[in-house]
């Protein structure tokens, strides 16, 4: 068996929101111009709320609970016509609509090379419809194990969530590879080798080394 570890993130590394927000599904564009938003108003709205994306949720059922009960606490006090019916029709888009991000370019090719050199590993702070989304686009196959934060109740940011995949395959060393240099300096505290991955040419400089793509390792 290949013991040659790449624990990969999912957002900013397999796939984006079109919108370019997580939280601003199809469904919300189709209802809600953003143009009209007060974005500063609705990122300190955001932050009151955020505590609920944190929640424990296992089933797609809860999920859909809980952004419902997130969309319902923030467009209430950011958008004027609001109705309940808005937040629970933008939760169901984000919880159950397939459609709801985008592939990276060649991303497939990508894994499809590096699960023969390396066995793949999925670290993400999600929630359980990213498993259904895997599967939809072919991609869940190509993951040893995924480890979806929700399912354990902690996220990236509490540090024990690197501790699941490492005590379960016993890992002595492997490549974690994240868009965000927070996540990526708790991984190096767990004494992972880390990769910035930047799809977009955004960052310059960075405290680690960037890549563009996956077939750069």
Do not use: Q
């Not at 013991?3 to 993130?9: A, F």
């Not at 143009?35 to 609705?42: E, G, L, P, S």
């Not at 089933?59 to 609001?82: H, S």
Request: hydrophobic share 35%.
């Amino acid at each position: 068996m290949n013991n040659k570890y790449l624990i990969l993130d999912f957002g900013g590394v397999i796939a984006y929101p079109p919108s370019g927000y997580w939280d601003i599904t199809p469904k919300f564009e189709e209802l809600i111009d953003i143009n009209k938003i007060d974005k500063v108003k609705y990122k300190e709205v955001r932050e009151k709320y955020k505590n609920i994306l944190s929640e424990k949720v296992t089933t797609l059922d809860e999920e859909y609970n809980m952004f419902t009960r997130f969309y319902d606490g923030v467009l209430k006090e950011v958008i004027p016509n609001y109705s309940y019916d808005m937040a629970k029709e933008i939760a169901y888009d984000r919880t159950y609509n397939l459609n709801k991000y985008k592939l990276f370019d060649n991303v497939k090719d990508e894994l499809d090379y590096l699960s023969n050199k390396y066995t793949l590993i999925l670290l993400t702070d999600n929630w359980p419809c990213v498993i259904d989304y895997l599967k939809y686009n072919n991609l869940y196959d190509y993951f040893k194990k995924i480890y979806v934060s929700s399912f354990y109740g902690v996220e990236k940011k509490d540090k024990v969530f690197f501790d699941f995949p490492i005590k379960e395959f016993n890992i002595e060393s492997a490549i974690f590879i994240d868009d965000n240099d927070a996540n990526l300096d708790i991984a190096k505290e767990k004494g992972l080798y880390v990769y910035h991955m930047d799809r977009n040419n955004k960052y310059i400089t960075s405290k680690y080394k960037i890549i563009n793509n996956l077939f750069e390792l």
